[in-house]
């Protein structure tokens, strides 16, 4: 069990409820999920024609920033390579900002968000997701830092550049690999910085 278990992490039952802010009300009457930038059909899906795409299931486990660790997760949703191959990805781009509520973003690489693992998450353990875990979708990226897997999210821009989004803006690492560590990004960060991200880690994912 221990060769699944990255560095530094511990391992949980629970899933802990870690996020910056308030809980979004969502109305999904009115919820979208976008697809732009650097693809050759852009589109935009409501709730109910994100529920009609396939389902898949994937079984995995997810790791935190803030050093838990929880083995054997299921979830279902919608795959995120399905959407990528619906909106025809151009040769030119190489990232992707990934856009949730409340103005969140995350970067990701082209080649980290373009995986068979990768969900628009809508289920976890068979149930419908809790509204503290992202419902009424989050994006699935378990071969990173669970803060790569944005709660809530609305939406992906594929760009030819690599744009840091809200934890990556604050000192978070730009790609966040937990195998080899990847917290905090690589400017020199001082004691104070650690301990405020550690912090701030505390009240988000």
Not at 46 to 65: F, G, M, S, W
Not at 87 to 93: D, I
Not at 174 to 188: Q, S
Request: net charge neutral; charged share 25%.
């Amino acid at each position: 069990m221990t060769d699944r278990l990255p560095p530094g992490q511990v391992l949980t039952k629970k899933w802990p409820v870690l996020h910056y802010g308030n809980v979004p009300q969502v109305d999904t009457r009115s919820w979208t999920f976008e697809v732009a930038g650097l693809v050759e059909r852009p589109f935009t899906l409501t709730y109910d024609e994100l529920l009609a795409q396939p389902r898949k299931t994937v079984n995995c486990d997810i790791h935190c920033v803030t050093r838990w660790s929880r083995l054997d997760n299921t979830f279902e949703g919608v795959a995120v390579q399905l959407l990528l191959e619906r909106g025809g990805v151009k040769p030119e781009a190489q990232y992707c900002l990934v856009s949730a509520e409340q103005g969140f973003t995350t970067n990701l690489p082209l080649g980290d968000l373009d995986r068979p693992d990768n969900l628009i998450a809508l289920k976890w353990g068979g149930e419908w997701l809790m509204p503290e875990h992202g419902w009424p979708a989050r994006l699935l990226v378990p071969h990173l830092y669970l803060w790569k897997s944005a709660k809530w999210v609305r939406g992906f821009t594929l760009l030819d550049a690599d744009v840091p989004g809200f934890w990556e803006q604050n000192g978070y690492h730009m790609r966040g690999d937990p195998w080899t560590e990847e917290r905090y990004g690589g400017r020199g960060l001082t004691k104070h910085d650690i301990n405020r991200l550690r912090n701030l880690s505390k009240k988000g994912v």
